[in-house]
């Protein structure tokens, strides 16, 4: 049976191996035995000599670098990464696992993008190892780590909300009993085995609960798990020095992550055609289309909060960050463009007080809560400044249609040449902005 510690890394028998690990400088030592695993490993394919892990350090990056493949290269190869669902890697794994948390606790919010890629990867992770283990030790395997992350000896379905909203599971896919999910044969006949007289309980547990909804939840419940105990990491290292071969591994991540995203992730402006595409980029108030520019030199007080909040901190936000949002079928967050908020803070949101200080009168004067309100359009709920762990609260709004701005804003709706066949600001800055940028004057 495959070990528990390479479903679970934060089980007892995963702690215990981090106990007896050892320094933590010879991470970075070259490893005969974790080379010789990947590859052997079946299956495996390297098709550069760089892609095999020569030490923990090296397997600690190749396993963000396989996050990051399977999330946005559309010709990923799972064969070489196959090495992460070899059994015979759990130590070294739960190492790896322990080592990474640290480092992207202390060196990342909670709420960030590379966070986020983390501990979702973890629970991709922990299904593609399920899907390797043999059928009766599979079932097994989830029976015993699912005893260890029950939280009060039950799991309750509003643990799993989450992963209901992906649509991953459905609430009717669950057998719920006074709140709490039933998923093991011993809770299942202990509830409902004097139930059926025509037919086996076991048979009937078999057909109401099956082992793809296990291995769902068995994977959300690990997630929070990592978070959790990143979370703790977190409170931790503001008392504890941490080792420097972990603050090492956390600085290297800062540059590694967006660098490997940057591959496939890029911010463009329309879909290319006569117009080209334009890249994000600051902001140039020249390619702004008539309506934005009078909202930033000033509205009176007819239309002062649908024209700051609603049109002019969704246009800039986008215009800067994500011009190609509808060119795009992508969920985005500002973090994801912007991962320590400073060109929101320092760019984008000072633009749009100075915007509502030009208001007559200006804006915040008499009414203070519109601040709450544009941070709430950019995604970071209803609090007074933006912040990583408040990010997916509210949404991140889209820019107004030319057609609402024609109804809701009309004072502001005075359309030029460059409004011409165009049914959105943020497209107008965009075809605007391409156009200058091509006849600017090139640097020698």
């Not at 922990?126 to 079932?139: G, Q």
């Amino acid at each position: 049976m495959a070990e528990v510690s390479f479903i679970n890394p934060l089980s007892d028998e995963g702690r215990l191996i981090i106990r007896e690990y050892g320094d933590l400088s010879q991470i970075f030592d070259e490893d005969e035995s974790l080379m010789d695993i990947c590859i052997r490993t079946t299956n495996q394919k390297f098709s550069d000599d760089s892609l095999i892990p020569k030490s923990l350090y090296d397997l600690c990056m190749k396993r963000i670098l396989w996050a990051i493949e399977k999330k946005n290269n559309t010709n990923f190869t799972q064969a070489e990464f196959e090495y992460l669902t070899n059994q015979d890697l759990y130590a070294q794994d739960v190492v790896t696992f322990h080592i990474l948390c640290q480092a992207i606790a202390i060196q990342f919010n909670l709420g960030s993008r590379e966070t986020r890629l983390f501990i979702e990867s973890q629970g991709a992770l922990i299904l593609e190892r399920l899907a390797k283990i043999p059928p009766m030790s599979r079932a097994e395997i989830i029976d015993e780590v699912l005893d260890e992350v029950k939280v009060d000896g039950a799991i309750g379905w509003k643990s799993l909300s989450e992963v209901i909203a992906t649509k991953k599971l459905k609430l009717t896919d669950l057998l719920i009993d006074d709140g709490d999910i039933v998923l093991q044969q011993d809770d299942f006949l202990y509830r409902f085995g004097d139930k059926f007289t025509d037919r086996s309980p076991e048979r009937m547990y078999n057909i109401l609960i099956g082992d793809s909804v296990k291995e769902q939840i068995l994977s959300r419940l690990m997630m929070q798990k990592t978070e959790e105990y990143l979370a703790r990491i977190k409170e931790m290292s503001a008392r504890v020095e941490m080792h420097p071969a972990i603050v090492k591994i956390g600085e290297d991540l800062k540059d590694f992550i967006p660098a490997e995203i940057s591959k496939y992730n890029q911010y463009y402006a329309g879909s290319g055609g006569i117009y080209g595409s334009v890249q994000a980029g600051k902001l140039n108030p020249e390619a702004f289309p008539p309506c934005i520019k009078a909202t930033v030199e000033g509205v009176s007080s007819g239309g002062r909060n649908d024209a700051i909040v609603l049109l002019l901190t969704s246009f800039a936000s986008y215009a800067r960050l994500y011009p190609r949002i509808f060119a795009s079928d992508e969920t985005v967050k500002v973090s994801d463009m912007d991962p320590d908020l400073s060109i929101t803070e320092n760019e984008i949101l000072p633009l749009i007080f100075d915007a509502a200080d030009n208001c007559s009168p200006p804006l915040f004067d008499d009414q203070p809560q519109e601040k709450i309100n544009i941070i709430s359009k950019l995604g970071f709920g209803m609090h007074e400044r933006v912040d990583i762990n408040h990010e997916g609260e509210t949404k991140w709004y889209t820019p107004m249609s030319c057609e609402k701005i024609k109804i809701h804003l009309p004072n502001l709706c005075h359309p030029d040449k460059s409004c011409k066949g165009i049914n959105n600001p943020l497209s107008c800055y965009g075809r605007k902005k391409f156009q200058l940028d091509k006849e600017a004057p090139k640097e020698e």
